[in-house]
Each structure stands twice: as structure tokens, then as C-alpha cells.
């Protein structure tokens, strides 16, 4: 799909070519040469068939089976941190709605209704799906068709993509639709993994997230803020958030405070906030420029995320 006529590669997110960066065993990772993108990406991509048998093997085996989970979901406890981080940046989440977009067994919404939020979730695997559906007051759905089938006309306050980005297809595209589905001044959080961590720069292909045959993408600062744009977000800014893992031992806390310290930490998360075009119309009567917004559909007394300065 990417590929060139000469054996070599372009990039997706924006057409220079790509060199070979690293030979997995299930495939290889191209990094595009555009010093203003340089996203990798994994050219080829496993087919639905073969993705599909890794996401039961690797995240999602059948109950009763008896095999290791080698890619765990997120703990309860890290995430609860990031909301209670989200509350102290925002104020009180209880009432806003939610989607979790690749919500996997829904730990994310389970936490998100401690606080008070009204949550949705978006799984495509059937096994991951169904132990998601059944956590109350949680609407869980196969694709965002789905949903809109379901729900026609829904907004969200809040939608998450919590070390998502990285196993889409086609991440803008998907992030564009999902952008599309926030109330006006709502906000979408990426989470995923920063290729210029020390440990991907350190294990080069024998680092887990260029093993793990479910990453199609692989993301730095640079490239995801790309992708970002390509969404159409105009607004939007990396979120620094130091989480504390509490099964780590004194000597990885004080190493992952420095790494967090130097911006080589694992982890990178970015807020990006709907901003509807503004419509300049000009009065011919007065010859004064209006800027109007585009209308907002929601209930004027509905509860709103606080819009506050991206910082
Ligand atoms: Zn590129």
C-alpha cells in the first residue's frame, strides 16, 4: 500500500519517501525521512485474519484456555491517577460523557463511573467486547457506525484513546471521525508509546512495542502532532503526566523520574480540544466583520468540560 515502485517506501501521513529503519520478525519498520514527520510505520501490515489471531493470543484469550496475557490492559490504579490528574485540570468530570475508543475489557470506563462520568466504549474484539458490555451503566460498541446506528447525533465530552493510536489502520482518519464526535470544546486524549524513549533507543527491535505485532505505527512527539493535524485539530498540546507506579521498587522510581525529567520516559500523552471553524460573515449594512461559531447543539444549561489555555 505503501510501497513504491522502487522496493522503497512513502510515508502515509505525508507522501516523502521512508528508508528501512528496523526487520521485525513480522515485518519491517520504515521511518519516513521528512525531518517534520518521521513517523515509522510497518509496512507490511498483518492482515484482519493474522491481527485478529495475535489480539486473542496476545491480549484477549478466550476464557478457560489457560495462556499467559503478554500485553496486559492498563491497572486500575494508573488510570485512576489520569483521572484524577483530568479533575485537576478540568474540575469535576461527574456527569460529562465519555468514549473510550479501543476500550479492550473496559477498565478505563469501569474507573471513569468512580468519577462520576457517563461512559461509552468502542471494541472490536468480540472476546474483549463482550466482558466490556457487561460492566453497568457502560455502552460498549463494535465500531463507531455502531454507535452512530445506536445513538444518532452523539457528543462526547471526553474521548480517550488509551495506548490506541498505535494499532490503527489509518490513525487520522480514525481520529478525524472521532474528532467529529466531540461536543464543540471538547477534548480527545492520545496516549501511546515515544519511540525516542531510552528504552526503545536502548532494545531497538527487540523493544516490545516494535515486537508486539498488533503496532502498525510507531509515534514521537513530532510525528504524532503531524497526525494530530492531519485530523484537523488546530489545537492541541502534549500533556506531561508523571504517573506513580506503586509495584515499582525505589531504584526504577528514581529512574523513571529522571528519564520523565529528560522527556525520555515511555510514555506520551496529548489533549486536543475541538475548536469549530469560525464563520467570518460580513455585514454589508455596517461594514463590520461578525465571527460567529458554527452552532453548538447542546443544552445551554448541559455541564461542560472548563475550556482553560492549553499549557
Ligand atoms: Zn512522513
Known amino acids: 500500500m505503501t510501497r513504491n515502485a522502487n522496493g522503497g517506501a512513502e510515508c502515509p501521513l505525508c ?3 521512508a528508508a528501512r529503519h528496523l526487520l521485525l520478525v513480522h515485518t519491517t519498520v520504515w521511518r519516513c525521512a521528512a525531518p517534520d514527520c518521521g513517523l515509522e510505520f510497518a509496512v507490511p501490515q498483518l492482515d484482519e485474519e493474522a491481527l485478529a489471531r495475535f489480539y486473542a493470543d496476545l491480549y484477549y484469550p478466550a476464557n478457560g484456555n489457560g495462556r499467559e496475557v503478554r500485553f496486559e490492559n492498563t491497572p486500575d490504579s494508573i488510570l485512576r491517577q489520569v483521572f484524577q490528574k483530568l479533575e485537576s485540570r478540568f474540575g469535576s468530570l461527574g456527569g460529562l460523557r465519555l468514549l473510550d475508543y479501543g476500550c479492550g475489557r473496559g477498565p478505563l470506563l469501569r474507573v471513569s463511573l468512580e468519577f462520576g462520568m457517563q461512559p461509552a466504549g468502542i471494541e472490536q474484539d468480540p472476546e474483549a467486547r463482550a466482558v466490556a458490555a457487561k460492566i453497568p451503566g457502560a455502552a460498549v460498541y463494535q465500531s463507531i457506525d455502531d454507535l452512530q446506528n445506536a445513538e444518532a447525533g452523539a457528543q462526547f465530552d471526553l474521548i480517550t484513546l488509551w495506548t490506541v493510536v498505535e494499532h490503527l489502520r489509518n490513525p487520522w482518519a480514525d481520529l478525524a471521525r472521532l474528532r467529529a464526535l466531540l461536543c464543540p470544546g ?7 508509546m515515544d519511540i525516542r524513549c531510552l528504552r526503545a533507543r536502548i532494545e531497538r527491535e527487540h523493544w516490545e512495542n516494535y515486537e508486539n505485532p498488533t503496532h502498525l505505527y510507531y509515534f514521537d512527539r513530532i510525528s504524532l502532532a503531524r497526525a494530530i493535524r492531519a485530523a484537523g485539530f488546530s489545537e492541541f498540546s502534549e500533556w506531561k503526566v508523571k504517573i506513580s507506579y506503586a509495584h515499582h521498587g525505589f531504584v526504577r522510581r528514581w529512574l523513571y523520574r529522571i528519564m520523565f525529567a529528560l522527556g525520555l520516559a515511555d510514555g506520551l500523552f496529548y489533549l486536543c480540544k475541538r475548536i469549530d471553524q469560525v464563520e467570518r460573515t460580513e455585514d454589508t449594512t455596517s461594514g463590520v466583520n461578525h465571527a460567529s461559531a ?5 443544552p445551554e444549561d448541559r455541564k461542560r468540560i472548563r475550556v482553560g489555555p492549553l499549557t
Do not use: C, E, F
Open 186 to 192: 471538547g477534548w480527545l486524549l492520545i496516549s501511546t
Open 15 to 17: 507522501g516523502h519517501a
Open 294 to 298: 458554527q452552532p453548538d447543539q447542546r
